[in-house]
């Protein structure tokens, strides 16, 4: 009887440390789901933030695409802008230059007409004194 009681005392003694162990595995294993519920949601939060990101790439990407064909065009437009204005500024020249010519014909004319003119009336006063 005396062996049945300490089989008896051993047996519970292990009932009760597995008991325990039990209890502990458990509660990491709780611990531990927890812990998978926590970073599975961080994963999702992560994985929609990634998900924006890749958004605002594309976009920015397409963005930058844009402003590149923008700025060819510009540089086009501002070429032949470039292009007219150095042709303008060559026309100014010669329609100045033919300006300047004119007047000094003109200039000539005027003096051509006031010689003649002095000597019509010279003519006439001599005409008129004979």
Avoid at 21 to 40: Q, S, W
Wanted: charged fraction near 45%; proline fraction near 0%; glycine fraction near 2%.
């Amino acid at each position: 009887a005396e062996d049945a009681d300490k089989k008896y005392d051993e047996v519970q003694k292990r009932l009760t440390q597995v008991e325990s162990d039990l209890e502990r595995a458990e509660e990491r294993a709780e611990t531990g789901e927890i812990k998978i519920i926590e970073l599975e949601e961080e994963l999702r939060v992560v994985a929609n933030n990634l998900k924006s990101l890749e958004v605002s790439e594309e976009k920015a990407n397409q963005r930058e695409e844009s402003y590149k064909e923008q700025i060819k065009t510009l540089t086009s437009k501002l070429k032949q802008a470039e292009a007219r204005a150095e042709f303008a500024e060559k026309s100014v020249q010669k329609l100045q230059k033919e300006v300047d010519r004119l007047e000094d014909e003109l200039v000539a004319e005027q003096d051509k007409h006031k010689a003649i003119t002095e000597e019509l009336e010279q003519t006439f006063a001599e005409m008129s004194g004979y």
